[in-house]
């Protein structure tokens, strides 16, 4: 089974405002002053916003145009987040596994469970259990949930979806084929843009047609290709257990104001690799993959990496790799309007360095930099080129 919440941030807000309910409201950034951020981006929209064809990830710019009585509403994490524990502590008295995916979605295990839940005609089975999960959310959280039940993950993954919002799809075991067959490819998840176009100029656009293609003829495109192929005819593979355990911390940042300045530009890039370098230390990881991303004013975005010779966790070392990318793939007087850095490659053996006893000391102080941040505040300390930043960000 697979639960995923609707509109979640979105159901959030109407349930924490109920002036908002039944309005096509936008959850994006907004101001001190409660006023909406214009250069930000939709983290999420009401179903009433999404009729007028606004998707999360679009610019909010473009959202008001789409929808102009839109309502911009900022964001509460630690309402989604209350809210989330609560939907998944609800599931949680049914099923004997719950696998979180993300903040709003989770794989439920009711393996070998039949004889608590018979299926009819015995009992309700899965499907009255899914109804009591969704009216829990419903009468606990104050939100919808849709849900898909299938024997195979990828299966239950895009029932959830199919007939969101507050939905309920159950696909019988031995029909996930049948099921999939036809669904464009762009439901199955992992199947970005450019890939569905790729299957496009193929001729293949319903999962069943892509299910159909003979395997020589997928095997030749990768290991990718045949994990999706399989996923087509309903069958779970191990392209699932990636997207799950892939680990990459990233953080990007849009300006205020679009930026050719480069000390600006620098000073932005450093405080994202202080919030990066934070994160991984504080999760213990090292990681050996650097990327880097500069979107200029027409939203062209252009992104490098570097796989370092060793594995870090010191801002020290990502900074200096993260400058020499941006260098690289900024033509250095274009306007950008977002910079964003992110590490990867995690867990990889050390390398023994040289500079070891050097990079141990420098270690060692982004550390006490790090306690000194938690116990008196993001920007107890901070690298002085970051003051310039002062007025842009409240550091
Ligand atoms: P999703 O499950 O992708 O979307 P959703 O719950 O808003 O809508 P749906 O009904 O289609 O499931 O994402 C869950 C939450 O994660 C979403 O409410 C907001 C947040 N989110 C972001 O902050 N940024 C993003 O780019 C996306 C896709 C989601
Ligand atoms: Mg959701």
């Known amino acids: 089974m697979h639960l995923d919440l609707d509109a979640f941030f979105a159901s959030v807000e109407q349930k924490l405002n109920p002036l908002l309910k039944g309005k096509p409201i936008l959850v994006g950034r907004v101001d001190p002053h409660g006023r909406s951020v214009p250069r930000g981006v939709v983290a999420t929209c009401s179903y009433e916003a999404r009729r007028f064809g606004v998707k999360s990830g679009m610019p909010l710019f473009q959202a008001l145009k789409l929808c102009p009585r839109a309502i911009v509403v900022g964001g509460h994490y630690e309402e989604y987040i209350k809210a989330s524990d609560q939907v998944f502590s609800i599931c949680a008295r049914y099923a004997p596994e719950v696998e979180q995916i993300g903040i709003d979605e989770a794989f439920l295990d009711f393996s070998h469970t039949e004889w608590i839940y018979p299926e009819p005609p015995a009992g309700g089975g899965l499907i009255e259990i899914a109804r009591k999960i969704k009216e829990g959310v419903k009468r606990e959280v104050g939100i919808t949930a ?227 941040c938690e116990k008196f505040g993001e920007g107890a300390v901070v690298p002085a080129a970051l003051i310039r930043l002062g007025k842009v960000k409240n550091l």
């Open 146 to 372: 849709s849900v898909g039940i299938a024997a195979t993950k990828v299966c239950a993954k895009v029932a959830s979806d199919y007939q969101k919002p507050d939905g309920l799809t159950y696909v019988p075991a031995g029909r996930e084929k049948e099921f999939l067959a036809p669904l464009p490819i762009a439901d199955l998840p992992g199947i970005g843009r450019k890939m569905e176009e790729y299957f496009h100029r193929l001729g293949v656009k319903t999962l069943g047609e892509l299910a159909n293609v003979p395997f020589e003829k997928i095997e030749v495109y990768g290991k990718f290709a045949i994990n999706l192929w399989e996923a087509a005819s309903g069958v779970d593979n191990i392209w699932f257990v990636p997207r799950v355990e892939a680990k990459s911390v990233s953080h990007s940042e849009t300006f205020a104001k679009n930026s050719a300045d480069i000390k600006f530009i620098l000073a932005m890039l450093q405080k994202l690799v202080e919030e990066v370098g934070t994160e991984i230390r504080k999760e213990g990881y090292t990681g050996r993959c650097v990327h880097v991303t500069a979107r200029y004013r027409d939203f062209r975005t252009v992104s490098h990496q570097r796989v370092l010779p060793y594995s870090t966790s010191c801002t020290k070392e990502i900074y200096e790799a993260a400058e020499v990318l941006l260098k690289e793939l900024w033509d250095g007087y274009t306007p950008l309007r977002l910079v964003g850095i992110g590490m990867s490659q995690f867990g990889e053996t050390v390398q023994p360095s040289l500079f070891d006893e050097a990079r141990e000391k420098r270690l060692n102080l982004e550390k006490r930099i790090d306690q000194l």
